[in-house]
């Protein structure tokens, strides 16, 4: 089983930037396993946010963070980042870092028990 932690968040204003961390115990994650964000904003659902394969090729993202936000992986450090700039009031949320196979964005969003949850970092921005 997967362990996940991560680190980073806090309040930044808007315009600003945060980097999230996420580091990956346990099991050694392998070529058919993906990482990936989510956040849960107050009163709202849990939604997508990036996701990267550990095999490599293009990042994932929802329309929201595009050109904004960027995931990127180290393999032998089981880490992986969410560069996360020209931040706006609406990324206040808590950031949830995940690890599943290639379809994480799919299995995650439906709660697979395959899914793998972080315990969340808090990111506020304020206008």
């Known amino acids: 089983q997967v362990r996940l932690a991560e680190s980073g968040g806090g309040s930044v204003q808007a315009g600003g930037s945060l980097r999230l961390s996420c580091a990956a115990s346990?099991?050694?994650?392998?070529?058919?396993?993906?990482m990936g964000w989510f956040r849960q904003a107050p009163g709202k659902e849990r939604e997508f946010v990036a996701a990267?394969?550990?095999?490599?090729?293009?990042?994932d993202y929802a329309d929201s963070v595009k050109g904004r936000f960027t995931i990127s992986r180290n393999n032998a450090e089981n880490t992986v980042w969410l560069q996360m700039n020209s931040l706006k009031p609406e990324d206040t949320a808590v950031y949830y870092c995940?690890?599943?196979?290639?379809?994480?964005?799919?299995?995650?969003?439906?709660?697979?028990?395959?899914?793998?949850w972080g315990q969340g970092t808090l990111v506020t921005v304020s206008s």
């Open positions: 346990g099991r050694p994650l392998s070529r058919t396993d993906a």
């Open positions: 990267i394969k550990w095999s490599g090729g293009n990042a």
């Open positions: 995940v690890a599943d196979g290639p379809d994480i964005r799919d299995t995650c969003t439906h709660f697979s028990i395959s899914c793998a």
